[in-house]
C-alpha cells in the first residue's frame, strides 16, 4: 500500500510492479492495466477522485489491449507526461530459474546460489555475480526494462500531489506493446492528444522513463537523452544458379554470396556511415536479425536463394541514404563472391589437371521496385494476390512475408541468378528529435537543472543527444519526411500497416528519456542499479518537472 502522506517507497514499488508478469501479448499483459490502477488507486489524492485515472481500450487492436492515464491536476494549464510501456519480454532465457523471473528478492538470493557453486564462472556470470553480491543491483524480468521507470513516475506524481499549492499538471500514461510492434503508443498518441485539447491542457513536455544499459559503473547509464535512433531493416535476397551437389562449379551458390555479405555487416560499424557527428557518441552496430534459405524441404540441389535483413539504427541518415549504402555493399559482396567463386574453381581445375568450363557471371543488384515492376508486367495484380496469400500464412512475422513474396516475385519477373533483390522489409522506426529553434527555451531549462542537481547532488549526469535503442520516443516525436515515407513504400514488399502515422504531429512537446540504468536487459541476468533508480532518479525527474511547469508555464 503506498502511505497516506504520499510518501512512496520506490523500491518496493518496482519491485511489486515487476512480480506482476506482464509478457507481451499474454494473459498478463491484458490484465496488468487492472492491477496498476489498483496502484494508482492507493494514492490518497486518487482514490477519493477515481474518476482521474481511466483506461482506454485500442480499437484496433486485436488483443483488445488497454492504455492506462492518471492525471494530477493543479493551477494553471502546463503539463508534463511522465510516460513508459507495462509489457515485459518473455522469461525463457531463465532456463531452471524461470519460474523466480517475476520475483526479484528470490532470484537474487538464488542466482548467488547459483553462481558461487559453479566452478567456472563466464564473464557475463562473474560480473553479474559481482553486482549482485555488491547489493547495489536488483535482479528480474522487467525490473530494469522498464517497472522501475513506471515506479519513478508514480512516485514523481504521489509526491506532486502531496502539495496543495502545486503549479501545473502532471499526466501519467502506461502503454503496452513496446516490447512488440509499439501499438499502444501509436494509440496512445491520439488519446493522448484528445486528453489534452479535452482538458485544454498546454503540453510543455514529454518524459519518457525507459532503461538505458551500461556495463561500466553508470556513467553513461546515468543520462538524459535528448533523442532516439532511427531504425530499418533492409533485406537482400541473393539469387544463385542450382546445381547438383555433385557438380557445383556448374552453378553458383548464393550462400557463398550471402555469407561473405553477413561477415562483412556483422557488427560494423563503419559499413552503412551511421557514425554520428557527436564526438563520443554512436548508435549500436548493424546484425542480421534474419537469414535463411528458402527452401521448405531437403534437397541435394545448392540453394535456390539466401534471404537476409539487416537491423541498422542512425541517427543523422536517412532511409534513402542508408539503402544507397546497402545496396553498393551488396554489389560489392557478390562481385567478391563471383571472383572467389572462379578462383576456386581455377584451383579445382588445375589440382584435376583438366580444364572446366567457366561459365560467365553477371552480377545485378536490382530494387525491389524494379522487381515489382517486371513482375507486374508478366502477370498484373501479383504484389496484391501474394502479399494476402503471405500475410494469412504468416501473420505474425512480417520478415518471413517478405522473404517469401520476394521469392515468388522472382519466378514472374524472369530474373537470373547470381543476382540479388534489395529492399526494405517491417518494422521502421523514425528518429526523434528536439526542434532546435521550438524547443529551445525547454533545452536551455534542461541544461541548467541538471548542472544544478550534479552540483547538489554530487551527481555525473549527462546530456546525450540520442537513446542508442529503439523506444517510444519514436512514436511520440518523429522526425521524417514523407518523401521517405513512400520511398520505404515503394521498396517494401510487405507494407507496414501504420507508417503514414508517422506524419501526424498530434503533440508538439519535446520529448526526452530520463531512466534507470542497468545490464543486460531482455537477458537472464536483467538487474538494474538500485541506489541510481530509487534515490536519485525520483528526485531528478521530480525538479525537472517542477522546473518546467514553474518557468514555461
Not at 559481482?130 to 514523481?156: C, H, Q, W, Y
Not at 522506426?429 to 533545452?443: I, M, N, S
Not at 520511398?487 to 506524419?503: C, E, F, M, P, W
Not at 512537446?509 to 541476468?525: K, L, M, T
Request: with cysteine; proline share 6%; charged share 25%.
Amino acid at each position: 500500500m503506498i502511505n497516506r502522506n504520499s510518501n512512496i517507497d520506490t523500491q518496493s514499488l518496482a519491485i511489486r510492479l515487476a512480480k506482476f508478469a506482464s509478457i507481451t501479448k499474454t494473459s498478463g499483459e491484458l490484465s496488468y492495466p487492472d492491477f496498476l490502477i489498483s496502484v494508482l488507486l492507493e494514492i490518497p489524492f486518487f482514490s477519493k477522485r477515481p474518476n482521474l485515472v481511466q483506461e482506454f481500450e485500442i480499437s484496433e487492436d486485436e488483443w483488445k489491449r488497454r492504455i492506462v492515464i492518471a492525471f494530477a491536476p493543479g493551477e494553471g494549464q502546463a503539463c508534463i507526461t511522465l510516460t513508459g510501456h507495462y509489457d515485459v519480454v518473455d522469461t525463457s532465457n531463465y532456463g531452471a530459474l524461470e519460474p523466480l523471473a517475476f520475483d526479484p528478492d528470490t532470484l537474487l538470493k538464488k542466482m548467488l546460489q547459483i553462481l558461487s557453486a559453479k566452478e567456472s564462472l563466464s564473464p557475463s556470470e562473474i560480473s553479474l555475480k559481482k553486482d549482485l553480491e555488491s547489493g547495489f543491483f536488483i535482479p528480474g524480468r522487467g525490473i530494469l526494462d522498464m517497472k522501475s521507470g513506471l515506479a519513478v513516475a508514480i512516485t514523481v506524481i504521489s509526491r506532486f500531489l502531496g502539495d496543495p499549492g502545486r503549479i501545473g499538471n502532471i499526466i501519467f500514461l502506461a502503454v503496452p506493446d513496446e516490447e512488440g510492434s509499439s501499438v499502444g503508443m501509436k494509440a496512445a498518441k491520439k488519446i493522448l492528444s484528445d486528453f489534452i485539447s479535452s482538458h485544454q491542457l498546454q503540453m510543455k513536455g514529454i518524459i519518457n522513463l525507459d532503461a538505458a544499459v551500461d556495463q561500466g559503473d553508470g556513467g553513461e547509464g546515468k543520462a538524459v537523452f535528448l533523442g532516439s535512433v532511427s531504425k530499418v531493416l533492409p533485406f537482400a535476397l541473393f539469387v544463385g544458379k542450382p546445381a547438383h551437389a555433385g557438380a557445383p562449379f556448374d552453378g553458383f551458390n548464393p550462400v557463398l554470396a550471402a555469407s561473405l555479405f553477413m561477415r562483412e555487416i556483422e557488427c560494423n560499424s563503419d559499413c552503412f556511415g551511421t557514425r554520428t557527428s557527436f564526438p563520443g557518441e554512436e548508435p549500436p552496430p548493424p546484425t542480421i536479425l534474419y537469414s535463411r534459405d528458402m527452401r521448405t524441404h531437403y534437397d541435394v540441389t545448392m540453394p535456390f536463394d539466401i534471404f537476409c535483413a539487416v537491423n541498422i539504427l542512425t541517427f543523422e541518415k536517412k532511409p534513402e541514404k542508408i539503402f544507397e549504402n546497402f545496396k553498393l555493399l551488396v554489389q560489392e559482396t557478390l562481385n567478391n563472391a563471383i571472383s572467389l567463386f572462379y578462383e576456386r574453381k581455377s584451383v579445382f581445375s588445375r589440382k584435376k589437371n583438366e580444364h572446366i568450363a567457366m561459365q560467365k557471371f553477371s552480377s545485378k543488384v536490382v530494387d525491389f521496385s524494379e522487381l515489382v515492376n517486371k513482375a507486374e508486367y508478366v502477370a498484373p495484380g501479383i504484389l496484391d494476390r501474394l502479399r494476402k496469400a503471405a500475410e494469412k500464412n504468416n501473420p505474425e512475422d512480417p520478415v518471413l512475408q517478405t522473404a517469401k513474396i520476394v521469392h515468388e516475385l522472382l519466378s514472374f519477373a524472369q530474373i537470373e541468378g547470381p543476382c540479388a533483390i534489395v529492399g526494405f522489409a517491417p518494422p521502421f522506426y523514425a528518429k526523434a528529435e528536439l526542434g532546435l529553434k521550438r524547443d529551445q527555451d525547454f533545452l536551455i531549462l534542461l541544461k541548467d537543472e541538471i548542472a544544478q542537481f550534479n552540483r547538489e547532488y554530487q551527481e555525473s549526469i549527462k546530456l546525450r543527444p540520442f537513446f542508442p535503442g529503439i523506444s517510444d520516443m519514436s512514436i511520440l516525436a518523429p522526425s521524417i519526411e514523407s518523401h521517405s515515407i513512400e520511398y520505404i513504400k515503394k521498396q517494401s514488399a510487405v507494407i507496414q500497416k501504420d507508417l503514414d502515422k508517422y506524419l501526424d504531429n498530434f503533440i508538439k512537446a519535446p520529448v526526452i528519456n530520463i531512466g534507470p540504468w542497468g545490464r543486460e536487459y531482455h537477458q537472464w541476468g536483467e538487474r538494474v542499479n538500485r541506489y541510481y533508480a530509487f534515490n536519485v532518479l525520483p528526485d531528478l525527474v521530480f525538479r525537472i518537472c517542477q522546473r518546467i511547469l514553474i518557468q514555461l508555464k
